[in-house]
């Protein structure tokens, strides 16, 4: 067993997060209690708390990647999800995206894929995407 192990053994520590929500970048240990609760140390304010939590608990991504698009000027447009998603359904999200095609012409901010997974989040345009010339 190496050191590391054993020391998380001895203190319960099960996982360290960096937090990123303001420059102080915390490091918040997860630790298992031995009741079996889990509890946080190291975070300097509430904004640490909760982002460790959600972090440990149910992580989430802001996906960003490009469609398709028919008759646009350009063959791919920028887009973002306009909420965080769960991580374990990116790879859902991308399958998606990948079999979808959308018609030009295309305005920033346009919803191209509603309630995209079930995560109630939507798919939006990141820029303009005119129609080409003919």
Known sequence: MNKKMAECEDTGVIDTIRCIVCPTGCE???IKEPDGEIS???YSCNRGLEY???EFFAPKRILTTTIRVRNGFLPLVP???DK???KEKLEDALQEIAVTEIEAPIKMG???I???TG???NIIASRNLPKAED
Do not use: H, P
Request: proline letters at 0%; charged letters at 40%.
């Open 28 to 30: 918040i240990d997860v």
């Open 40 to 42: 946080f140390e190291g």
């Open 52 to 54: 460790a939590k959600q």
């Open 79 to 81: 887009v973002r999800v």
């Open 84 to 86: 965080a998603i769960l």
């Open 110 to 112: 346009d919803v191209l």
């Open 114 to 116: 509603e309630d995209i």
């Open 119 to 121: 995560e109630d989040v």
